[in-house]
């Protein structure tokens, strides 16, 4: 199985909550593009290998303007290698870009991490884009936590969707499930801080709901260890819990697994 089959996988989460920084695997950027609460704006490309873009002298960086931004989406962006950027509000807004400001962006794109703030009063951005690998490691940082609370509810069902066709690919049956209540979500954002694993390769699948398996492994940078170690990881976890999708009831709930 090669590294981009793996991914689909589980989702891992190492959250650092109060600096509103997460580090990701298994969330890909078309994932994370159509799951916010509010379409992107026009992004300010630091490291890619779009052959759409457009280029701005001043600054002498690569950007996409929103309507460009779903076809990016749809771009093999794992095999970009590093992809990384910034988002922004208005064209002219780069032409206020100083000195200062473009070697920061550079240093963001260079080392994934920022210079100073991940956030830049300019541009007004709401994201912060960090990946090796899309997919494989991402460090996303959020100006307003409910975007993460509100990607976090709708990439879980979606997950789960694929993971069950996948499964049972001679069905072909399409299916959609249900954004976790944003209370949940709000639970599991909690979670991170402890490095949260979502397995949907164990999810189990019954006539009356479907069942997610979930732990608390720890924090880790290292996703090849993470992945490698996974099942010793989750013999240890401080959590086994269940995200359970009642499907009479069309809801999904977290269940420890002493409850169950």
């Known amino acids: 199985m090669s590294k981009a089959d793996e991914i689909k996988d589980i989702v891992y989460i190492n959250g650092h909550v109060n600096e509103k920084c997460f580090v990701t695997y298994g969330i890909e950027f078309k994932e994370f593009f159509y799951s916010l609460p509010e ?48 988002d922004f509000d208005e064209l002219s807004s780069l032409d206020l870009l100083e000195p200062n400001d473009i070697a920061a962006l550079l240093y963001l794109g260079h080392l994934k991490k920022p210079l100073n703030s991940s956030f830049n009063n300019k541009l007004n951005n ?17 100006r307003d936590i409910y975007d ?12 789960a969707s694929v993971a069950k066709q996948t499964r049972f690919a001679l069905r072909r049956k399409k299916l959609e499930y249900p954004a976790l209540p944003l209370v949940l979500a709000n639970t599991l954002l909690t979670l991170t801080n402890d490095g949260l694993l979502i397995d949907f ?60």
């Open 201 to 260: 390769e164990k999810m189990v699948q019954s006539r009356k709901d479907i069942q997610v398996p979930i732990y608390t492994i720890g924090k880790f940078t290292d996703m090849d260890e993470m992945y490698n170690d996974r099942f010793e990881h989750k013999q240890g976890s401080k959590l086994q819990a269940y995200l359970v999708f009642n499907k009479r009831e069309s809801e999904w709930t977290l269940e420890e697994e002493g409850m169950r």
């Open 39 to 86: 379409p992107l704006t026009n992004l300010l490309l630091l490291k890619h290998r779009f052959e759409d873009s457009d280029y701005h002298f001043p600054t002498h960086m690569d950007y996409v303007e929103s309507e460009q931004v779903s076809l990016l989406a749809q771009d093999n962006v794992y095999n970009y290698g590093d992809f990384c950027w910034i």
């Open 126 to 142: 709401q994201f912060v884009y960090l990946a090796q690998d899309d997919g494989f490691y991402n460090k996303t940082y959020y």
């Open 148 to 159: 993460m609370k509100h990607m976090l509810s709708r990439i879980i069902p979606f997950k």
